[in-house]
Each structure stands twice: as structure tokens, then as C-alpha cells.
């Protein structure tokens, strides 16, 4: 069936292509160049060689006659069609025109393929300045394309045989075996991949690279070219040439524009040209003005996303055998496997300059910690204090600290933890006090999902998240009885499941408890466990309060305005003598933690360049005269530490007016452990 559309003119011009297409897509492209004559069929000494079985050995030729090209059967079995139509005789061929021989199709075309502009036309010389020296394609084919390596996919069928690579596939009688070449091409492509994947420089990569072409494939030039920077949605990234190879005096020149912003597209395959001398258009000429290019491969460096990350280019020279489809085969796959090793170096740089980066900042974070675990105190009970962590941090014991509300409890805990060998480990605090038994149990052990109403996914306890680490329990006093015994039995190495779980699961967990409790006291009167009591106390650090510390109380003052100055950005020197005095007498119910929200507040409401007397809020009971001491009940020695403190909190909410949270505020801590107390005390004198 004829075409449609109106036929176009013939070719009038000498350089045209034949563009091959195989299984719907663009397969070669021949290059007609008179007085060539060109045949096609299955022998392979056709210049275009068809290997199907409906094509004769001889089927066609074009020839260039009466300036024109024209198209003739050559006696072939199922005949030669032109636009369809099966022809009789000879036919002048138009722009566009389709040929079929056997199942190929071939468009006679006045342009090549992937080229923006037609062939015809003058061609603008380029000089061979070191910028740009280019490819060198002359004048006729290109005859195979190629997006991946049949050696890297398993399926090698080569349409011809290749040429072997310097000192493989060579037999015997010296001919050529296709499966030699590429059981060695397989095997050295093993081998090349192998020493990339141990480079770890971009430029040793590419050196390796060359080497193994130059080893593998008779090229009389070679460049490498790589991506520069990123692309954008406007624009393709700047590809740069890195490195060059070259035989004899012959200098490497770059592809032209054309070529390269072809194989750049993100359909382009790789190209093999072959009987292009002389073709201006895809050609830079030499230093003598010559066009000595007879083939040249053009492979383009994708990555898995399809990014363009640069290309290989060969050539070789008018004289010399050509670069064939298994050369091509082969670049292919070393394009792929070089590409793979480019992207793994790019990402090992990345997570090498991401690690860098988390040193560091674990570094800074552990310098911070430091400051913050560091055990501030001259005194002799907190010399015995650091040297007790000293011997009990290294063990695996179980550790009960004690002491006041605000001492620092938890902070002896994290000393503990860092001066361990689980110091690489997680550290993980929780207040015992601050949820109900139902709460505690799932935040200590986790629930599965469906547990409880609210359970909407399985979540893991603090014993798992402090797995090969430690576990701080504050106020483990506050513990429902039914808990410690579950507690009690992971302390003695039993695993445990989850609220609503069978799965067993064990934790290698260091505990470290803390409370301001008599846990003595409290075994007595049945509210808390005996067993449990002698499993923590392996080994007790008690924590002087701050009262007791001596001129401790200055020493954590000044870190204090050292630590604030710096966050807020002030200048205030010290502390006046009145204030001093004032520090020193006061006797710190809230203990360190009081210390530091009285520092902070003197910090923020200050614009002098020292602390005096009236920027310390301090609460009036224990910071009064003797007498004042005296008439408040508290001077008697025969008063418990625990009415003390009750005695205590009540005189500071009665100045502050019933007020609970300016009240905590003084006394130094938090609202919902002053609402315990408080309710702790209406409990006992029921």
C-alpha cells in the first residue's frame, strides 16, 4: 500500500543515511557516500549485513546514479519493498522513504538520527585549540546503538563477530571465536569491577578504566568525560573531559556539539560509527585539516535513575581495523560498571562526610554532657561521693542513690553511666512518681497494640530502649508493690513481655535507682518489698545536701553564672559580698536544683554587671534570723528529715499565699512533685 502523503523529492545531494530500525527502535544508521555501492542481505561481506531468515544472502542494493540514489531488488525470494510496495524495477529514493528487507525496515534519510539539524547544509570548521580538540566521526555509519551490555544482562547474541580484545578470543588456527571473546571479555569485566569496588578515588577509578579499554579494545583515541555539578530542570549538567589515552603522535580531539547533546538525552543510546571518514558534520578536522576518523564509539554514563553522569568516547583512524559491535558490547559494560563505581564513591564521600560531621557532633554533644555530668564540690563528703563512683562505675552492681529532693541524683546516675563500659550505650531516665501503675508497667516493659484503650501500635518499654546501657528510676519508692515484683524479677536477669504480649524478651540493663525516701522505713510499714530493697541495695551512694557542703554552695553558683552568661548572652562578673554571705547562710531546702532556678532568675532580671542581695529570691523560713529559725519549730534536733521537709514546704506556701507553682518555683521543684508531697501528707495524717 502506497503512502498517504504526497512523496518528497529524491535526495538530490551525495551524502545521505540509511537508518535501520530492528524491533522498534533505531538500531544503525550507514552513511551512503558515492561511488559506493551499497548491498544488502545475510552475507556477511555486505556492506549492511541483515540477519533474518526471510532476507536473501544478496536481497538489495542502492546505488548513486543520475544524482540521485536509487534502490533495486536483487533477485531476492520475498522481495524488496519501498513505502509497502513491493518493487519490480529500479526506484529513485526520497527523503523518508522505508524500505523493508525481510522483517528489517530501513529509512532513507537526508539527516542522521539524533542530530537537531539536517546533514545538508555548509558545515562550520573548528579549530584544534586544547579546548576544543573533539570527536572525530567521518563519514558513514553508525551502525549499531546500544543502552546496555548484552554481557552485563546474560544475553550476548552478537549480530557480528567482534574483533578481539588485544590478546583474547584468538584460537588456535588464529581465527576468531565469538564465545571465546566473550567467556574473556566476561572475565576481565569480573576483574575490572573488583578493582574499582577496592579505588576509592575518582581519578584511580578512571585510570583503571582507560587502562582496561586501552588493554581490551586497538582504539587510536580515547576520552573520558564526567558530569560537572548537577542538572537542573532547565538545564543538563556541564560535562567535563577528565582524561584522555591515545596511540602514537595522533591527539585526541572532543565530539562535536551535535554528538554530544545527542547522546546526552535521556533516550539516546550508545553509538558505534563505522566508514565515517570524511563526514564534516559529525568530524572535527586534525591539525592538517584532514577528517582521518573511520569509527568511533560514543557511550553515554547513566546512572540507575537515568541521570547523564558523562560518556566514553573512541575513535580510530582511516587505515586501521574499525570498532566493531562487540567492542561496543564491551565499552557498554564497562560504562555501566564504571557509572555503578562513580556513584558509590559520590555516596561513600556522603556518608564518610556525614560521619565526619556526627563525630563531631558527638564529640560536642559528649563535651556538653561532660559539663553537665561533671560532679561540682570541694567539699569532703563530695569528695567521697566521686571517689565512691569512681569504684562502683566500672562493675555491673546495681546502684541506689539517695538524698534530698534537688541534691542531684540523677546526675550522680549519669556520672555512673559514663564513667562504665556501657558508656556507648543508651542512658535512660524515667520518674517513677510521675505516672499511674497502669502507665508505669507499659512505659517499663511496653505493650503490644490492643493492650489497653489507646494502644494503637506496639511500642517497647524502657527496659528494651536501654538495652546494653543504663536505666535510671527515679523515686522508685513511688512504685506499686505489684510492679516491683515484675521489676524484681527482670533485676534477677528473668525476661519479661510486654503489657498484653507472650514474647519473652531479655535487656542486658544496668539499673540505677534513686528516691529521697526511706526505703528502709518504707520495708518496714509493708510499702515496699523487702527482696526488692536488698536487690538495690548492692550499693547505695548518699548525696549530701547542699547545706552541708560548705563553700560548695559558691563553687556551683559561680558554674552557674558562667553556664547562664552564656546562654543569654550577659556579662555579670560575680557576686557581691552581701550576696555571697547571703549564699552561704541560706540552707537550701530545694537543694542544687534550687540553687540553679535562683542563679538562672538573678541571670535574666539583672542588667547590673554583678549579682547583688535583692536579685536573689530566695524563701524567707530557713534564710531568717535564729530566732526566726526557732519560733518555726525547726531548730529542734529531735525532727525527722521528713517533717523537716513537710514543715518546710508548708511555711513556703504560706508565703507565697497558697500559691503551688510560685511555691515549687522556691523550693526548687517541679509542680506535679510538690502535688505529691502534698498529697503524700493528707494521706499520713488520715
Not at 157 to 167: F, I, R
Not at 247 to 260: C, N, V
Not at 468 to 473: H, I
Request: charged fraction near 25%; proline fraction near 4%; include cysteine.
Amino acid at each position: 500500500m502506497a503512502k498517504s502523503s504526497p512523496p518528497a523529492e529524491p535526495v538530490g545531494m551525495a551524502r545521505a543515511y540509511l537508518v535501520l530500525r530492528s524491533s522498534g527502535r533505531w538500531s544503525d544508521v550507514f552513511r551512503l557516500s558515492p561511488p559506493v555501492e551499497v548491498v544488502i542481505g545475510r552475507a556477511s561481506s555486505n556492506q549492511i549485513v541483515i540477519r533474518d531468515q526471510q532476507a536473501s544472502r544478496h536481497h538489495a542494493k542502492i546505488f548513486w546514479t543520475d544524482s540521485t540514489w536509487v534502490l533495486s531488488d536483487l533477485g531476492s525470494v520475498n522481495g524488496t519493498f519501498l513505502n509497502q510496495n513491493r518493487i519490480e524495477d529500479h526506484q529513485v529514493l526520497r527523503d523518508g522513504d522505508t524500505i523493508q528487507v525481510g522483517g528489517c525496515e530501513i529509512t532513507f534519510s537526508s539527516q542522521i538520527p539524533g542530530l537537531s539539524h539536517p546533514v545538508d547544509g555548509p558545515v562550520q570548521s573548528v579549530s584544534n585549540s586544547d579546548d576544543q580538540m573533539t570527536l572525530e566521526i567521518d563519514a558513514g555509519t553508525i551502525t549499531e546503538r546500544r543502552r546496555h551490555s548484552a554481557y552485563l544482562s546474560g544475553e550476548l547474541n552478537l549480530v557480528s563477530k567482534p574483533k578481539p580484545p588485544v590478546g583474547m578470543g584468538v584460537n588456535a588456527s588464529g581465527s576468531r571465536d565469538t564465545g571465546s571473546i566473550a567467556s574473556d571479555a566476561s572475565h576481565r569485566l569480573l576483574q575490572l569491577a573488583f578493582q574499582l569496588a577496592r579505588s576509592d578515588e575518582a581519578a584511580k577509578v578512571i585510570e583503571l578504566v582507560l587502562d582496561d579499554l586501552s588493554q581490551c579494545i586497538r582504539f587510536d583515541s580515547a576520552g573520558l568525560y564526567l558530569a560537572q555539578g548537577k542538572a537542573t530542570e532547565s538545564a543538563r549538567a556541564e560535562i567535563a573531559l577528565v582524561s584522555t589515552r591515545q596511540s602514537g603522535s595522533r591527539s585526541y580531539r572532543r565530539p562535536p556539539e551535535s554528538l554530544t547533546s545527542a547522546v546526552a538525552s535521556p533516550e539516546a543510546d550508545a553509538i558505534l560509527a563505522r566508514n565515517v571518514l570524511g563526514d564534516p558534520e559529525v568530524a572535527i578536522e586534525n591539525s592538517h585539516g584532514e577528517l582521518d576518523v573511520e569509527s568511533v564509539i560514543l557511550a553515554p554514563l547513566r546512572d540507575r535513575h537515568g541521570q547523564h553522569r558523562g560518556m566514553i568516547h573512541l575513535t580510530t583512524a582511516a587505515g586501521n581495523p574499525p570498532l566493531n559491535l562487540g567492542d561496543l558490547e564491551y565499552v557498554v559494560a564497562v560504562g555501566e560498571i564504571l557509572t555503578a563505581s562513580l556513584v558509590n564513591l559520590a555516596d561513600r564521600r556522603k556518608l564518610a562526610k556525614s560521619l565526619r560531621k556526627t563525630k563531631q557532633q558527638v564529640k560536642d554533644l559528649q563535651r556538653r554532657l561532660g559539663d553537665k555530668v561533671r560532679i561540682l564540690g570541694n567539699s569532703e563528703p563530695m569528695q567521697e561521693l566521686v571517689e565512691k563512683v569512681g569504684l562502683a562505675a566500672p562493675t555491673s552492681a546495681t546502684v541506689l542513690v539517695r538524698g534530698e529532693s534537688g541534691v542531684g541524683k540523677e546526675l550522680v546516675a549519669a556520672a555512673i553511666h559514663h564513667a562504665s563500659d556501657r558508656s556507648e550505650g543508651p542512658l535512660i531516665c524515667m520518674n517513677c512518681a510521675a505516672l499511674s501503675p497502669t502507665l508505669l508497667e507499659s512505659e517499663l516493659f511496653g505493650h503490644e497494640k490492643g493492650a489497653f484503650t489507646g494502644a494503637t501500635e506496639r511500642t517497647c518499654g524502657k527496659f528494651e530502649l536501654a538495652d546494653g546501657g543504663t536505666l535510671m528510676l527515679d523515686e522508685i519508692g513511688e512504685m506499686d508493690l505489684d510492679i516491683q515484683a515484675k521489676f524484681l524479677r527482670v533485676l534477677e536477669g528473668h525476661p519479661f513481655e510486654r503489657v498484653g504480649g507472650q514474647e519473652a524478651i531479655r535487656a542486658n540493663v544496668r539499673v540505677v535507682a534513686a528516691t529521697n525516701r526511706d526505703l528502709r522505713q518504707m520495708v518496714q510499714e509493708n510499702k515496699f518489698r523487702q527482696d526488692l530493697y536488698y536487690r538495690l541495695h548492692v550499693v547505695e551512694l548518699v548525696i549530701p545536701p547542699l547545706r552541708k557542703r560548705g563553700r560548695d554552695c559558691l563553687l556551683i553558683a559561680e558554674h552557674f553564672l558562667q553556664q547562664f552568661n552564656h546562654q543569654m548572652g550577659r556579662k555579670i562578673t560575680g557576686f557581691t559580698e552581701e550576696a555571697t554571705q547571703k549564699l552561704l547562710s541560706y540552707q537550701w531546702p530545694g537543694n542544687v536544683r534550687e540553687l540553679r532556678n535562683v542563679i538562672e532568675r538573678a541571670v535574666v532580671l539583672n542588667t547590673k554587671s554583678v549579682i547583688e542581695l535583692s536579685d536573689l529570691t530566695l524563701a524567707p523560713v530557713l534564710g531568717g534570723s535564729s530566732d526566726q529559725v526557732a519560733m518555726s519549730g525547726l531548730s529542734s534536733p529531735e525532727i525527722s528529715l521528713a517533717e523537716l521537709e513537710k514543715r518546710h514546704i508548708d511555711r513556703v506556701l504560706q508565703y507565697t499565699d497558697g500559691n503551688k507553682s510560685r511555691a515549687a518555683s522556691i523550693l526548687g521543684i517541679e509542680r506535679s512533685t510538690l502535688d505529691r508531697k502534698l498529697k503524700r501528707y493528707q494521706q499520713e495524717d488520715t
